[in-house]
C-alpha cells in the first residue's frame, strides 16, 4: 500500500500541518478526523485497512488531513466569535492548500468527502458549501447542528457555517440545481443513537423539503464507533 507522509507551514493557519496519503489512483477522498483528532488517526483506528482493497486496486485514493478543533470549536477559553473565525481558516487551509495537493496528485476530479463524528460535520459543512467542488459526501454518525458549542452566540459567520440553519433557508435556484445534479449525499447514523439519530433525520427532511435527494442510513443500535465506520465506509464509499 503506498504510504505517504507530508507537512508544511500553512500561512491559512499560521501553523505547521500534517497529511498522511494512502493509495496511489482512483476516486481522491478527503477525510476528516473525529473531534480534535490527529491526521494518523484514521490508520491507527483500522480504517486504512478495511479500505484495503479500494486502495490496492486503486478504487479509491485517501487524504488524511489534521484537525485544529482544539484551536476553534473546542477552545473553551476563546470567544465563540473566534472559535468560528479560526473554522474558517482551516476551511481556507483544505480549500488552498490542500485541495491544490489532491489535486497535483490525482487527475480523478472525482471529489468525495467524509468522516465520522465531528469529522462528519466537518465533511458535511464542507461539502455543502462546495457543492461541485465535492463530488460525493459521506457522514457517519454526524451531527450538523453546532450551536452546542457557541454558549448561546450566533453570527453571519456561524449561520453559515451550521448546516441546518444555511440550509433550511437555501433558495437560489442555481444553487439547489447544483446540490441535485452534482452532490452525492449519503447520511448514515445509528436508529437509536438518540439526538444524534433524531439530528440526522432533521437534516435529511431539510433535504427533501429542497428536493434534494440522498440516502439516510440508519443501522441498527447504536452504531457510534470505529467498528461500526469500519463496516460502512467501504459499503458507502462509492455508491449508496
Partial sequence: MNREYHTWHSP???????????????APVLVFPTSQGRFYQWEDF???????EHIERGWNQFYCV???????????????????????QYEQYILNEVIPLINSRNDNRYLI???????????????FRHPGLAR?????????????????YYDDNFYFNNPV???????????????RREL??????????????????????ILWDKGIWHALRLWDGWAHDWPWWRLQLPMYINGA
Fill in 12 to 26: 491559512s493557519l499560521n501553523r505547521q500541518m500534517e497529511l498522511l496519503i494512502f493509495g496511489h489512483a482512483g
Fill in 136 to 152: 460525493r459526501v459521506i457522514g457517519l454518525s454526524g451531527r450538523y447542528d453546532m450551536r452546542s458549542f457557541m454558549d448561546g
Fill in 46 to 52: 483500522g480504517m486504512m485497512s478495511a479500505l484495503h
Fill in 113 to 127: 468527502v467524509t468522516g465520522a463524528s465531528f469529522g462528519a460535520y466537518h465533511a458535511v459543512n464542507f461539502a
Fill in 184 to 205: 452525492d449525499i449519503i447520511l448514515v447514523c445509528g436508529r437509536d443513537a438518540g439526538e444524534e439519530t433524531e439530528n440526522n433525520r432533521y437534516m435529511s427532511q
Fill in 66 to 88: 489534521d484537525s485544529v478543533d482544539a484551536e476553534s470549536w473546542y477552545c473553551r477559553s476563546c470567544h465563540p466569535a473566534d472559535r468560528v473565525i479560526r473554522h474558517m
Fill in 165 to 179: 440553519d444555511y440550509m433550511k433557508n437555501l433558495s437560489d435556484p442555481a444553487l439547489l440545481e447544483k446540490f
